[in-house]
């Protein structure tokens, strides 16, 4: 869950004291920002219902549901959602949008999920495995939780974002952390994200047991060229996301068996 704000001053400015990626702090002014902008509403969110498909019926994890907009327009597709996010701010912004009908539970992706083995058909992950480092243990549990022939769906920044703004360039090979800030009703947010180059994300992917069937780098919706003429022009242009999607073998046991 992010939107697409100025580029950082420096990719290499260490992490401020305050606790960083806290969506506690800016919550409801982040939830209003990203639910019509360009890059949330019209590149990033429709993006991952297409990739899904049709989900009548299929037991889907949005793993980092923040305020709920991919769970409500996955349930509205018939499929039945459950919900998890690290900031309690954000799920009580998702239960007011979804009601009391899709299960939400506060769950960090760094620890065990509190679900049984196979309990999903798909997980939606959007946006949210940058924030680690490590992308070992959260895929182990991710696939976990996924029936055999089931789906992750997941979209990350995209590894050569990093080349697209001025100063400093990473090592490509090297997984990078970059901390900056975001700023809401003139208050800094601490925000750090891990850049990956695309080699060891599907390695990541192939070592916790999964199979790569789609790696996807989208336009953004049509109709955003009129709403969004010069934002749409640049997004059009570089890259922004990236999309994947990676399967559980049909027969598969687990990744260490």
């Given amino acids: 869950m992010e939107p697409v704000t100025d580029a950082p001053e420096s990719?290499?400015?260490?992490?401020?004291?305050?606790?960083?990626?806290?969506?506690?702090?800016?919550?409801e002014a982040y939830?209003?920002?990203?639910?019509?902008?360009?890059?949330?509403?019209?590149?990033?969110?429709?993006?991952?219902?297409?990739?899904?498909?049709?989900?009548?019926?299929?037991?889907?994890?949005?793993?980092g549901c923040g305020s709920g907009p991919l769970s409500a327009a996955l349930r509205e597709r018939g499929a039945i959602v459950t919900g998890i996010d690290a900031s309690a701010g954000m799920l009580a912004l998702a239960r007011r949008r979804l009601g009391d009908d899709?299960?939400?539970?506060?769950?960090?992706?760094?620890?065990?999920?509190?679900?049984?083995?196979?309990?999903?058909?798909d997980v939606i992950a959007s946006l949210v495995?940058?924030?680690?480092?490590?992308?070992?243990?959260?895929?182990?549990?991710?696939?976990?939780?996924?029936?055999?022939?089931?789906?992750?769906?997941?979209?990350?920044?995209?590894?050569?974002?990093?080349?697209?703004f001025p100063g400093p360039r990473p090592d490509y090979f090297a997984t990078t952390g970059y901390t900056f800030d975001w700023t809401y009703n003139g208050q800094p947010f601490p925000m750090k994200f891990w850049r990956k180059p695309l080699h060891?994300?599907?390695?990541?992917?192939?070592?916790?047991?999964?199979?790569?069937?789609v790696i996807s780098e989208p336009q953004p919706d049509p109709a955003a060229r009129e709403?969004?003429?010069d934002g749409f022009r640049?997004?059009?242009?570089?890259?922004?996301?990236?999309?994947?999607?990676?399967e559980v073998p049909p027969s598969a046991a687990g990744p260490d068996d």
């Fill in 234 to 246: 640049d997004l059009s242009t570089k890259p922004c996301f990236l999309f994947v999607v990676v």
């Fill in 102 to 121: 899709v299960a939400l539970h506060v769950a960090d992706l760094r620890d065990r999920l509190p679900f049984a083995d196979g309990a999903f058909d």
């Fill in 200 to 213: 060891a994300m599907t390695d990541a992917f192939t070592t916790a047991g999964f199979r790569l069937s």
């Fill in 227 to 229: 709403l969004f003429p």
């Fill in 11 to 27: 990719f290499a400015r260490p992490a401020d004291a305050a606790r960083v990626n806290d969506y506690d702090g800016f919550a």
């Fill in 129 to 164: 495995l940058h924030y680690l480092e490590d992308w070992g243990p959260t895929l182990a549990e991710l696939r976990r939780v996924l029936r055999p022939g089931g789906r992750l769906i997941a979209s990350v920044d995209h590894p050569i974002v990093a080349y697209t």
């Fill in 31 to 63: 939830a209003a920002e990203s639910e019509n902008n360009l890059v949330n509403a019209y590149y990033a969110r429709p993006v991952m219902p297409a990739l899904a498909g049709g989900v009548a019926g299929r037991r889907i994890l949005d793993a």
